[in-house]
């Protein structure tokens, strides 16, 4: 009896050891090909890798900053860094092409939201001479990642409301955090990675799939303590910080434009957001439709192209193949199309050329 509960402990033990061995052992994040480029920042999470002696570059992109022109600054997350592409196959880079009065700079940072697109702004703008800064609120994730403390295994701040107003969180943030310290771990690589491999696996099978990683993801909250906004606060929540873009903007001297990019899978299966309250599409649709700015929605662009023909009530007939790589990163062919679109736009609406 003795020598069973002995062995019943030792092998408790080994296994709390490996435990901590594969916690403790730092290993590069499953997504690292999108992080390449930044660093850990105590106030936004993580920030586009500092310039050299004498660089003054902005966003992951690291655009070098022409002091002597005036500046349309575009900022969003993965899909409008161009994930997967070259910078000059993104939308960022056309759009400057087509552009001859002012310098496109691109200061989206791969996993961003809306609230790091705030403090991010508050950094930079008053360092540049914006005319008009575009915001591109990717509508497939930047609900959730502007209402969770973190995101793909990074600490970030985080708003609450609080009355008519918001006050910031989480900030500063510790290399040593909960999350910082599991999301960078071996354990969290090897459990990523396995997510991959099923959700790739159901895909090819015409099952759902993308779930398996928003568990992992999903993880971090219960081992870590995380905050998540509830829906009714995070709507408040994040309505207060598009006015807040707003105004900054504004007192820079320049105008906002706000930009919905929409997932693929909103034109092909609009219930794939179904544990939603409501897609977060319409969501930002109804939001921005009821208040004073701007708006440009990539979404009416596609429908209404030759890439789709409606196809029912909700749904489309599109060939989005070579517009997406994925389910929301656009491809060459998407990036040149909302580039397109979207100089039409501000063409038109700003008179700029």
Request: aromatic share 14%.
């Amino acid at each position: 009896m003795k020598r069973r509960l002995a062995f019943l402990l030792y092998s408790l033990l080994m296994i709390v050891l490996f435990f901590c061995l594969l916690v403790g052992i730092r290993a590069k994040r499953p997504d690292r090909q999108t992080r390449t480029g930044v660093r850990f920042d105590e106030f936004l999470g993580w920030a586009p890798d500092p310039p050299a002696q004498g660089e003054f570059i902005v966003g992951q992109r690291r655009n070098a900053v022409d002091t002597q022109r005036s500046h349309i600054v575009f900022i969003g997350d993965s899909v409008g860094f161009g994930t997967g592409l070259t910078e000059e196959d993104t939308a960022a880079y056309f759009l400057g092409r087509m552009v001859s009065h002012a310098q496109v700079l691109n200061l989206s940072v791969t996993g961003y939201a809306i609230d790091q697109y705030f403090l991010a702004l508050s950094r930079e703008l008053a360092l540049l001479r914006p005319v008009l800064v575009i915001v591109a609120i990717y509508t497939g994730n930047d609900y959730q990642g502007t209402t969770w403390d973190n995101n793909y295994g990074y600490r970030k701040p985080i708003f609450k409301v609080r009355g008519d107003d918001i006050v910031l969180e989480r900030v500063p943030i510790s290399r040593y955090d909960c999350v910082y310290v599991f999301g960078h771990s071996l354990l969290f690589y090897l459990l990523w990675k396995g997510a991959v491999m099923i959700d790739e696996w159901a895909q090819s099978l015409g099952r759902p799939h993308g779930g398996h990683r928003f568990a992992v993801n999903s993880l971090l909250l219960d081992i870590c303590g995380s905050t998540v906004i509830p829906d009714d606060e995070g709507a408040k929540l994040i309505e207060i910080l598009l006015y807040k873009i707003a105004s900054l903007v504004d007192a820079n001297g320049a105008e906002t434009l706000f930009v919905l990019l929409p997932d693929k899978n909103d034109f092909v299966d609009p219930h794939y957001h179904q544990n939603t309250k409501e897609r977060r599409l319409v969501f930002f649709q109804n939001l921005l439709q009821k208040l004073p700015f701007r708006v440009f929605d990539l979404y009416e662009s596609v429908a209404h192209s030759p890439y789709c023909a409606p196809g029912g009530a909700e749904t489309y007939q599109c060939k989005l193949e070579g517009f997406y790589m994925d389910s929301a990163h656009m491809d060459k062919e998407g990036q040149m199309f909302f580039a397109n679109r979207l100089y039409e736009y501000i063409r038109d609406t700003y008179h700029i050329e």
